[in-house]
């Protein structure tokens, strides 16, 4: 790759770029300010706005700057993290269902979002294949699966080696799952329409306004920002892997972690099918995982996974791993074009599980550890529905315990480190 022939912007941007207006005047006073202008925050905002309560959108940069316009577009339920089995063993039968339930509800309550609200962003139903990176996986898969059937009825179909070519036109996994009502999506123009949607209810979004800190003065917040000071009644935090020190209670309880994407020249519709025969998104079972689809128009290959370490972010050679992945995927790829490359932060919680709740009176949702695009959507409903005092506010995931990393403010150097060790245990076998 040459850092001449590719632009270090999301592809994404071409159809939807973040808007970078002039922001609005700053209300002195709203019934809730929330803070993050991401799926989780207009979620949240559309939902309040629609049951008439004033709201005001903080963001630090452009509206759309953050990851819900970096994504990979794959929409999921979530299941995946975990299998059943360590839910059961973590929180007990009971709960353990209530959760991978829940996990179908985000899906299902983001494609109804989208029809509901007509939401033109290339949304489809094109299931996700998972490929075994060993073949001690495979059987390993098979049972999880089963597990998630039986608790949630969730539809799979297993793809033995020997078939895959079915699905894929590669030899490197040793056969899959396939999850058909997965979904995929154009995350830029779902993040304009979610913006559209939440302005039109009438709430005020407010661009390049980062959120300096926050006091309780009597009953309400006072947000301080670059611009000023705003009073709300209530506040969410929505800021997942962008959270500040400016919002220190959960800074201190979500670790950023930087994913990127690169994505090739067009490709000619023959080479599309014979690579992705079934156009779905794709994942696979390694520690350190990668994913890829193709582009909604069927012309490019986007390839995603983690961010390269030993090179500046704004030069092809922080996304050279990601081509090398793609490339022992696909040999089919190696004389292949990159076009543009990215990256964008996601959050992890200690426990891998998304949270949502409140501390001091302030409500929070995120920590989706990846797996952002129907769990902020439906996170950012649920925090606003708690806001209301609705009891359908209520989620098998309250009362979740947020834990604080131990030796916070080690994690930057510590994530490197962690990644190479798993790494080496995905090289190593299961």
């Not at 649920?382 to 609705?390: C, E, N, P, S």
Request: net charge positive; hydrophobic share 40%; charged share 20%.
């Amino acid at each position: 790759m040459s850092d001449r022939q590719v632009r270090f912007t999301p592809w994404w941007w071409e159809a939807a770029a973040p808007e970078a207006g002039e922001p609005p005047p700053l209300p002195r006073s709203i019934d809730v300010a929330v803070i993050g202008s991401g799926y989780t925050g207009l979620s949240a905002a559309l939902t309040l706005a629609r049951a008439g309560r004033s709201v005001a959108v903080l963001e630090a940069q452009a509206l759309g700057h953050g990851a819900s316009t970096r994504n990979g577009g794959q929409v999921g339920s979530g299941n995946q993290k975990f299998t059943v089995r360590q839910l059961v063993e973590l929180h007990g039968e009971d709960r353990a269902r209530a959760l991978v339930n829940e996990g179908t509800a985000m899906l299902r309550y983001i494609a109804d979002l989208i029809e509901r609200e007509q939401i033109a962003c290339e949304f489809r139903r094109v299931g996700r294949f998972r490929g075994c990176m060993h073949p001690e996986h495979y059987e390993s898969m098979a049972r999880g699966m089963e597990d998630l059937k039986r608790f949630a009825a969730v539809e799979f179909f297993m793809v033995p080696r020997n078939e895959q070519d079915s699905e894929i036109g590669s030899d490197r996994y040793f056969g899959g799952s396939v999850l058909p009502n997965d979904a995929a999506l154009h995350p830029g123009l779902y993040h304009k329409g979610l913006a559209e949607r939440a302005r039109g209810a009438g709430a005020v979004l407010l661009p390049f306004t980062p959120v300096a800190g926050m006091a309780r003065e009597g009953g309400r917040m006072r947000v301080h920002t670059s611009r000023g000071a705003i009073e709300a009644r209530d506040v969410v935090i929505a800021t997942n892997g962008y959270t500040t020190n400016a919002l220190p209670w959960v800074r201190r309880r979500v670790i950023p972690i930087g994913s990127a994407i690169i994505a090739t020249e067009e490709l000619s519709p023959e080479r599309i099918a014979r690579l992705m025969p079934r156009g779905r998104v794709y994942g696979n079972s390694a520690r350190v995982f990668h994913y890829f689809r193709p582009s909604p128009d069927g012309r490019r290959m986007l390839w995603g996974g983690r961010v390269g370490r030993m090179a500046p972010q704004a030069s092809s050679a922080a996304f050279e791993h990601l081509r090398r992945d793609m490339v022992a995927v696909f040999p089919d790829l190696s004389d292949i074009r990159v076009t543009h490359c990215w990256s964008g932060n996601i959050a992890y919680t200690h426990d891998t599980m998304p949270h949502i709740g409140s501390h001091d009176g302030i409500h929070h949702a995120l920590g989706y550890c990846g797996t952002g695009v129907s769990r902020s959507t439906y996170f950012g409903h649920k925090v606003a529905l708690k806001v209301l005092g609705d009891p359908a506010g209520r989620t098998a995931f309250d009362d979740l315990e947020f834990r604080t990393h131990p030796f916070h403010w080690l994690t930057p150097f510590a994530v490197p480190v962690v990644e190479t060790w798993h790494r080496i245990r995905d090289a190593m076998g299961p």
